[in-house]
């Protein structure tokens, strides 16, 4: 079992920066590839980012490459989003999640654990 915690939202205006934080426990949770998702209003979940805890590999979205980056901190057992040249788009809730598997997944299904999310509101 791995739990996950999303903090770091807020309201920003477009061109600002904001990092989000996803604290991990469990047990073997390093084994875990880490994933970052977002949900804006009326719309279906969707990938950001995602990336293996050594921090080694890391995938992204087409519309948030250059913009967002994934790291981890094994030793705090957090995994960040730093978004910078936010953009009203990049209004949603965003979820923290964890897959057992070794790829680095756009699919939701393939994350087992989640977080309850924290809301991230770009204005322009």
């Known amino acids: 079992q791995v739990q996950v915690v999303e903090s770091g939202g807020g309201l920003v205006q477009a061109g600002d920066s904001l990092r989000l934080s996803c604290g991990v426990s469990?047990?073997?949770?390093?084994?875990?590839?880490m994933g970052w998702f977002r949900q804006a209003p009326g719309k279906e979940r969707e990938f950001v980012a995602a990336?293996?805890?050594?921090?080694?590999?890391?995938y992204y979205a087409d519309s948030v490459k250059g913009r967002f980056t994934i790291s981890s901190d094994l030793a705090k057992n957090t995994v960040y989003l730093q978004m910078n040249s936010l953009k009203p788009e990049d209004t949603a809730v965003y979820y923290c999640?964890?897959?057992?598997?070794?790829?680095?997944?756009?699919?939701?299904?393939?994350?087992?654990?989640w977080g309850q999310g924290t809301r991230v509101t770009v204005s322009s």
């Open positions: 999640a964890a897959s057992a598997s070794n790829l680095m997944s756009e699919v939701t299904s393939r994350y087992s654990y």
């Open positions: 469990g047990r073997t949770f390093s084994r875990y590839t």
């Open positions: 990336a293996r805890w050594s921090g080694i590999s890391t």
